[in-house]
């Protein structure tokens, strides 16, 4: 009796239909698990593991591990450690260990455009970094450059964004990206209170 034939999922339809009626081919393939390290993972992350290196392994591409790290005030070294074990002891090795902050993108202004300057971190040298006016990354500035500083609800309510979105735009953007020197300290009533240290 001939054995059936296994039928396609959904994802494996798209991919087929990619490589028939385009320029793509099977060599420029890629494949990613992106976990958040906020938390050891669960049943549904083991599902994802097995559908993305399992499609990395039918299609012989690569896969990367990435790292969706744009909340640094819930992730930890430790769940990242925890989440590659998972991974190898599953039976799966990626191909490159990637983290989403590392491709922040921070748009700077062209010369002629009106721009706020802003002193980078001292110990990184005397560079000036300049932000477009206008944005709601420039409005994070200026808040951060008052002698009261401001607080994440304050920063959220001038700029509709979320508290995590906030905390990612200060930590990633501003701190790592762009290393200017914020400090942080409690207030009674406003909470945690962020201002941009005078160069």
Request: charged share 25%; with cysteine; hydrophobic share 35%.
């Amino acid at each position: 009796m001939e054995e059936a034939k296994r039928s396609l999922n959904f994802i494996e339809h798209i991919i087929e239909e990619d490589l028939s009626q385009s320029n793509c081919s099977k060599e420029s393939l890629r494949f990613r698990f992106p976990p958040e390290p906020n938390g050891y993972l669960h049943i549904g992350h083991a599902s994802s593991i097995c559908l993305n290196f399992g499609l990395g392994n039918k299609y012989n591409a690569p896969v990367n591990l990435r790292f969706d790290d744009t909340n640094p005030s819930k992730e930890e070294q430790e769940f990242v450690d925890s989440i590659k074990a998972d991974v190898s002891w599953l039976g799966f090795q990626w191909a490159e260990e990637c983290y989403a902050s590392d491709t922040v993108s921070i748009r700077k202004a062209r010369p002629a455009a009106k721009s706020t300057e802003v002193p980078a971190d001292a110990s990184a040298g005397p560079k000036l970094v300049s932000i477009r006016q206008g944005t709601k990354q420039a409005l994070l500035i200026e808040m951060l450059q008052r002698p009261e500083g401001a607080s994440i609800t304050e920063i959220v309510e001038a700029t509709s964004w979320q508290a995590h979105t906030v905390r990612g735009a200060i930590s990633a953007a501003l701190k790592k990206k762009l290393g200017l020197a914020i400090t942080s300290e409690k207030h009674p009533e406003r909470g945690t209170v962020y201002k941009l240290d005078a160069a």
